[in-house]
């Protein structure tokens, strides 16, 4: 609720002193308001007359100075007059000064205000000095032009204040509403430690220099509507008891909330950050909905508490969340972003997703992204989901191409959704020495390239590892590839885990810690006959290779000279009866002359496309092929079958 501020009064609503007024050059002359009894204000009263009203003046008297000139000597004497013997300090009832000028030190230190005080259009030259004041009632300041600094450390304000200036609130009490709607604060406002136990109103107020609101404590709603922080905005430590509204704020500086407690509503849709956005360790008790905002810079949650349901819409440059904790369901819906994870606690399943689309306000129009015009894509990529326990995780369509995954807890839990991209293998051709070297295409983890891009032997186009990423081996990369390849298959996506079982192998197949030799050279085999039984190209290649090499063979020593011939001997009974032949077949003849012909390579091909699929041709063959075919039907049907898996694996759903 807003109280409307009295209306400002003007040059002739007071009979004015007139002192040094010229009609006939249009010199208008003072201002001053006439003392009682007499025509001219207290600053140009007769030395006598001034003595004497100050004289009869008594602690707790009204007074009505407006427009009069106050020198600082005529402002200690009229305070002084109005000291309380009892306590030291001036006590003043109604107090006009509006319009009135104050030259040098304006001394209003320890001053009671009982009544109203009205210092509107009023201008300190010097430095307006209110420290430890008291207001008892309304309290305004409008349009007061401080030349000077404006001290009111530690002053408290029972009544309604109507301040438009800039001012030192450190300390200060506001028991009743504070108003600073529209306000101009040319310098720095500090209310470090203040105290707004009503309604503290900054709508559209513009802080033109440093706005530091350090350990305030707001009792009641705190507005910033539309408030522009053009240099930097500090509420660290600040306790909002009840809602705290920052929408359409503008903070062209850095803006400071670590530490804050927000116990109420914290609205900052349409806030624009044109640096950081900092709320490191920041208590958020309600639920919460920030955004949507956009941040030029850093949005930095880090060791922030969520104690209820949130969303989070930021578009933003990069979100910081290490050591964050979630004690209820979460949405982070980001563009552009660049989102660090490290350490974040989730009690509850909290949702990444990657926005496509610009956030749309309530009035149907799309956010306005013009602070991160320079970024090439929205594209939200993660930094590192060390040490977060996974189970309650869901990403959407993030980029997990640079994403730190060792030491993450239940990563085989976490749910990808949407299309979650990785890094790839470099690609096209490398040499590696002497000898070429190429890599199948497939999806990688960050720090494989970490890895590989420290190995002596690394080719081009390996990444080399961010700044505080630690050394991570082949050992503890197959538990990642391991449980990402598990989170897929739990997905029922099983061609999507093929590329993470192919990194776990080939990480055992490197590791020299965890796997044994006899191990790594089986490993070493499988990779390189079938790529891990993925790879249905390579196997093929060596199914072909294999059966070529057979043939050859079979064709030199495999098949006979001629084919063995058969005699059946018998014997016939006299007088008729059962005949029994006894058959006998030649020893096949090594090949000798011409071996490589036609009749001979089609049979050879006939003996290795039955061997192809474990059947036996029925050839005969010298004893050299006869262990060719034994060998051709254990090895061929193996590599057959590795394809057949590899394409099985590529297709399954």
């Not at 309380?84 to 003043?92: M, N, S």
């Not at 057979?550 to 058969?566: A, D, E």
Request: aromatic share 12%; charged share 20%.
């Amino acid at each position: 609720m807003s109280i409307p501020p009295a209306p400002l009064p003007s040059a002739h609503s007071w009979p004015r002193c007139a002192h040094g007024a010229d009609p006939s050059t249009d010199r208008v002359g003072c201002r001053g308001i006439h003392v009682p009894g007499h025509t001219a204000c207290l600053a140009h009263l007769a030395d006598a007359d001034r003595d004497a009203y100050l004289a009869g003046l008594t602690p707790g008297a009204d007074m009505d100075h407006r427009g009069t000139p106050f020198a600082e000597p005529l402002l200690d004497a009229l305070l002084d007059a109005l000291r309380d013997p009892a306590t030291g300090h001036p006590r003043l009832g109604v107090a006009r000064f509006d319009s009135a000028t104050f030259q040098g030190l304006a001394r209003f230190e320890s001053v009671t205000f009982e009544r109203d005080a009205s210092f509107e259009s009023a201008t300190f030259e010097g430095v307006a000095a209110f420290r430890s004041a008291t207001f008892e009632g309304v309290v305004r300041f409008r349009s007061a032009i401080f030349q000077g600094v404006a001290r009111f450390d530690s002053a408290t304000f029972q009544g309604v204040a109507w301040l438009d200036c800039d001012a030192w609130f450190d300390s200060a009490t506001f028991t009743r509403d504070a108003w600073f709607s529209s306000a101009t604060f040319t310098r720095d406002a500090r209310f470090g430690s203040a105290t707004f136990e009503g309604i503290a109103g900054f709508n559209s107020a513009t802080f033109e220099g440093g706005a530091w609101f350090n350990s305030a404590t707001f009792e009641c709603d705190a507005w910033f509507d539309s408030a522009t922080f053009e240099g930097g905005a500090s509420f660290e430590s600040a306790a909002f008891e009840r809602d705290a509204g920052f929408r359409s704020a503008t903070f062209e500086g850095g803006a400071w909330f670590e530490s804050v407690t927000f116990e109420g509503i914290a609205g900052f849709v349409l806030a624009t950050f044109a640096r950081d956005a900092r709320f490191e360790q920041a208590v958020f008790a309600r639920p919460v909905s920030l955004g949507p905002l956009v941040c030029a810079g850093r949005v930095m949650l880090s060791g922030a508490v969520f104690s209820g349901p949130m969303t989070l819409s930021f578009a933003a440059r990069r979100l910081e969340c290490r050591r964050t904790r979630w004690s209820s369901t979460a949405e982070l819906r980001l563009r552009y972003a660049t989102v660090d994870f490290a350490h974040a606690v989730f009690e509850y399943p909290l949702t990444v997703v990657a926005w496509t689309d610009p956030f749309v306000l309530p009035n149907g129009r799309p956010l306005e992204e013009q602070a991160l015009a320079d970024v090439p894509d929205a594209t939200v990529r993660m930094a590192s989901l060390r040490g977060v326990d996974a189970a309650h995780l869901v990403l959407a369509d993030v980029d997990l191409s640079g994403c730190l995954f060792t030491r993450t807890v239940h990563l085989d839990q976490v749910r990808l959704e949407g299309t979650c991209s990785f890094d790839e293998v470099p690609p096209g051709t490398h040499w590696r020495r002497w000898r070429p070297v190429r890599f199948t295409q497939r999806r990688t983890l960050a720090e494989e390239h970490h890895w590989r891009a420290g190995q002596p032997t690394a080719v081009r186009g390996w990444n080399v590892a961010v700044f505080d990423a630690g050394y991570v081996g082949p050992a503890q990369l197959a538990l990642v590839y391991r449980a990402l390849r598990k989170a897929f298959e739990d997905g029922k996506n099983e061609p999507g885990a093929a590329d993470f079982y192919y990194g776990e192998m080939e990480m055992r197949r490197h590791d020299r810690t965890g796997t044994t030799r006899a191990e790594r050279g089986l490993l070493h085999g499988y990779w390189m006959l079938s790529g891990y039984g993925l790879r249905a190209s390579r196997a093929l290649g060596w199914l072909t290779a294999g059966m070529l090499v057979t043939i050859v063979l079979l064709v030199g020593f495999g098949l006979p000279k001629n084919s063995p011939r058969q005699e059946a001997t018998g014997t016939v009974p006299p007088g008729g009866g059962r005949v029994t032949f006894e058959i006998e077949k030649d020893d096949p003849q090594n090949p000798t002359g011409n071996r490589f012909t036609s009749d001979r390579f089609e049979k050879a091909l006939n003996v290795t496309l039955n061997s192809v699929v474990f059947r036996s041709s029925g050839q005969d063959l010298t004893t050299v092929g006869t262990y060719i075919e034994m060998t051709s039907r254990l090895l061929e049907p193996t590599l057959l079958a590795l394809a057949v898996l590899a394409v099985r694996g590529r297709i399954k759903r």
